[in-house]
Structures are given as C-alpha cells and as structure tokens.
C-alpha cells in the first residue's frame, strides 16, 4: 500500500535530519581529533626548542636508585659553505663525535661501573668516597663495556639550521640502561643464531645521505624522546 504524501515526506525530513546530525557529529569529531593533534604538535615543538636551547654536552640526567637510568647529549657543529652539499653532512659527522666524546668525559669523571652478577653492570655517581682501587677498578671495566654502553645511545634530534657562516648542525643523542640491555638481548639472540647456523648479521644503519634541499632550509628530525 502506498504511503500518504504527508507520511512521505515526515519520513523523509526525518531521514534528513538525521543525516544532518551525524554528518555535524563527524565535522565535531574531526575539529576536536584536528585541534588535539595540533596540541601535541605545539607541545612538541616546544619540547624539542626547549632541548635545542640546551648547551651542548651531557644534561637531564636521571638516577634511581643511586644507579644511572638515562641522560641526554648535545653536539653540534658548524657547517662549512665551502664544502657545498656535503657540509651538511660532514657537520653532523662532527657534532655526533662531539656528543659522543661529552658522553665518554660524563662516564670517566661522573660516574663509576660496578659489575653485578644479576644485573650485569651497575653504573653509579661518585660521592667523592671511592678509593683509588675501586676507581681504577671501575675504569678498567668501563673500558671493557665501552661498545655496551655505546649501544646504549639512540638520536633523539637531528636538526640543521640558518644559513652560510651561521648554519650549524645539531645532533642530540640519548642513553638509558634500557637501551643498552634491549642491544645485549639483541646481540645475545644474534649470537644464537649464528651458532646453530641462522640468521644474517644485522644490517648497519645507512649513512645520513647528502641532502639536496636548499642550504638555507631549516630541517628537524625527532625520534622517540618519550621512549627514552
């Protein structure tokens, strides 16, 4: 049976505005999900200004329990105009060297290793109480874990700006015990494999390329500084 005209269309206007409001409901929750996106970006940014505005070397280090936990490092580097594309390059070889040789310093004069049967190595801060021994003892086995604790590091920024005699490169590298035992897991299960004939040496990571953006531009690249 045929609907009247008048019941048609009520149902229709229904039907309408009902599209409507789910349609406005969609456009709500696109504003929000775009407005809360552009928070974190805002806080972001902020955050990453913050650690740039940071002179270089060692900064935000953080202790539990007497043990070190995680710290950053900031190098950086003139970039010379005079070596063209690969400035850019050769610049963040540099700073990377730079945080790299701050880090070394901050273990070799702040801190001191202890091995640990159940946790493999322990890293403390001098309270100014070590004896001559238990420092030479220290040195000796932070030599030895020097690659372990070179695993430790991962960069948080790499970031490049300004422009001829004021473009400088700036590389911030983070380390956390975490990190270092998440490498030896790595290396362990790496190691297995190779004895019972599996797997591949992994991969090493691919070289910055050289860019061919404009030396003028400014370039950010953020990495897990939450995970840290």
Not at 68 to 77: C, Q, Y
Not at 128 to 134: I, K, L, N, P, W
Not at 175 to 200: H, I, M
Request: with cysteine; aromatic share 6%; glycine share 8%.
């Amino acid at each position: 049976m045929r609907m009247p005209v008048f019941s048609r269309l009520f149902t229709l206007l229904c039907v309408l505005l009902l599209c409507a409001g789910m349609n406005s409901a969609q456009a709500i929750s696109g504003e929000l999900a775009a407005l809360e996106a552009e928070a974190q970006k805002e806080a972001l940014d902020a955050k990453v200004q913050a650690i740039l505005n940071h002179p270089p070397g060692v900064f935000d280090v953080e202790y539990a329990d007497g043990q070190l936990v995680r710290l950053k490092i900031k190098g950086e580097s003139e970039v010379s105009s005079g070596l063209g594309a690969r400035g850019d390059r050769v610049a963040r070889e540099k700073a990377e060297r730079f945080a790299k040789a701050a880090f070394s310093k901050f273990l070799n004069e702040e801190v001191t290793v202890v091995e640990s049967a159940t946790e493999g190595f322990i890293i403390q801060g001098k309270d100014g109480t070590e004896s001559a021994e238990f420092l030479e003892a220290s040195q000796s086995t932070m030599v030895s874990l020097s690659n372990s604790f070179l695993r430790g590091l991962t960069v948080l920024i790499d970031h490049v700006e300004g422009a001829g005699a004021n473009r400088r490169y700036v590389v911030v590298l983070g380390w956390s015990k975490k990190l270092v035992d998440a490498a030896a897991g790595a290396q362990n299960t790496l190691k297995d494999s190779r004895a019972s004939g599996q797997g591949a040496p992994a991969a090493k990571p691919a070289a910055p390329a050289d860019s061919s953006a404009s030396p003028q531009d400014t370039r950010t690249r953020v990495g897990d500084l939450d995970g840290l």
